[in-house]
């Protein structure tokens, strides 16, 4: 039957309403996860277009990266601080967890790749010194120099990465022996040493950091750690150093490691200054750290004292998270930091750590701006706030990780430590 032109208009019309009305309904069925759905996506997007290099490590700031030269003489300093490649396998090892769990969402195979990158990345760091079991911390504009100075910051994450890459259904079985194989090696070495983590360069045969300390953080990275290489390996020997090590107490310590961790990172705020305000971020690893021990443990005693840390650093870390709504998006303050060579041009050898920190503590103030301090205390800190509670919630303070996800614009940011974003919404249960 042929319609008049009348009629085809109507019909028309009829029919485009028919399709709209389910992507309405779908629409107004999604009004509370559709806002920090964007601002995590958002956070991807600039993470990935910004922040990841090509081997899968993620960068603090794009900056010019550091010449074999500038490593091989310490510029701007032989720790690395202040460079683009200063926190390479600390950010990449926390956040490919969140990946992991993101992948196994979405199923989308772009975000498997992702994972693998990183998963590669990590990999690269450990395989760059010709020291064996040194996590370095990034590499520069060659792809093999790197600084000399590693950290226990730097080789925590990258064993919290890779042992949750390789507990997923990602790699393939080659590529899991293949990671293992370099986790238990790291393992081995670092048994070898006291658990301190090796040097090399100049600085061959000292260590920067280690894990058997009395604070919080080393007790739970520790436990962690020998709990973590007994699930990829399935090795006794792993469980027994672990059981052994709960139940020892560290000197200078009065109490066991287990109950160490359940004094949360309140215990270290004599040691390590302004917790609250400014280093929220390096507890990031060590909430995550206690949330694996609680997963793993069989044991109640000890689950009980793992839980009762994890959620009074919640508690605790609740109170820095409302901190974002004093971040403006149209905050003008200058990023100089990005031109490090130019705000750190003072030199000299260091032929010790000290000279190395004592250099680090230089610079123009003029032309470094304010910017980075204002990022890190507006939204670095609220986010690694974010991702604390999210790591011992249940959910019921979704409400205010969401707000503090959705609250940023990402494209204005210029530190990568917003990951902290995606390490948040993926601790949350998935929405329902």
Not at 40 to 49: D, F, K, P, R, T
Not at 284 to 302: F, P
């Amino acid at each position: 039957m042929k319609l008049s032109k009348k009629y085809r208009k109507r019909f028309c019309t009829l029919l485009v309403a028919l399709i709209l009305i389910p992507l309405s309904a779908v629409s107004a069925a999604e009004p509370v996860t559709e806002p920090t759905l964007r601002g995590v996506e958002q956070a991807h997007e600039e993470l990935w277009g910004r922040f990841v290099d090509s081997y899968g490590i993620i960068h603090d700031f794009v900056g010019d990266l550091p010449t074999p030269e500038d490593c091989r003489l310490g510029k701007p300093n032989a720790i690395g601080w202040w460079s683009p490649i200063e926190d390479g396998p600390m950010f990449t090892g926390l956040y490919l967890p969140a990946i992991c769990e993101r992948a196994r969402r979405t199923g989308d195979p772009v975000d498997k790749e992702q994972a693998r990158r990183l998963a590669a990345g990590l990999m690269k760091c450990a395989s760059v010194s010709d020291v064996p079991g040194m996590i370095v911390r990034g590499v520069g504009t060659d792809g093999v120099c790197h600084y000399p100075l590693g950290s226990d910051d730097q080789t925590h994450p990258w064993f919290y990465g890779l042992h949750a890459y390789v507990m997923s259904d990602l790699p393939s079985e080659e590529e899991r022996k293949e990671i293992v194989a370099k986790m238990k090696t790291v393992a081995n070495v670092l048994e070898s040493t006291g658990w301190r983590c090796p040097a090399d360069g100049a600085f061959k045969g000292q260590f920067r950091g280690g894990y058997t300390g009395h604070l919080f953080r080393d007790a739970v990275r520790y436990l962690y750690l020998l709990r973590a290489m007994f699930d990829v390996t399935g090795e006794q020997i792993w469980l027994d150093r672990y059981q052994a090590a709960q139940a020892a107490i560290p000197e200078h310590a009065k109490i066991s490691r287990a109950e160490i961790c359940a004094e949360g990172y309140a215990r270290d705020r004599t040691a390590i200054r302004h917790i609250d305000t400014h280093q929220l971020w390096i507890y990031v690893g060590s909430q995550a750290s206690l949330a694996q021990l609680v997963a793993l443990e069989t044991d109640d005693k000890l689950r009980t004292l793992y839980r009762t840390g994890l959620k009074l650093n919640a508690t605790q870390a609740l109170k820095s998270l409302k901190a974002y709504q004093k971040f403006d998006n149209q905050d003008t303050k200058v990023f100089g930091n990005a031109d490090w060579r130019a705000v750190y041009s003072t030199w000299f050898p260091q032929k010790t750590q000290a000279d190395a920190e004592r250099l680090a503590r230089t610079g123009d103030k003029d032309k470094r701006g304010e910017r980075k301090s204002y990022e890190q205390a507006w939204m670095q800190n609220p986010l690694a706030a974010a991702a604390i509670v999210a790591l011992a919630d249940d959910g019921s303070h979704r409400d205010s990780i969401e707000a503090a996800i959705k609250h940023y614009d990402y494209s204005k940011l210029n530190m990568a430590t917003f990951f902290f974003a995606e390490c948040a919404a993926y601790a949350l249960p998935a929405p329902q």
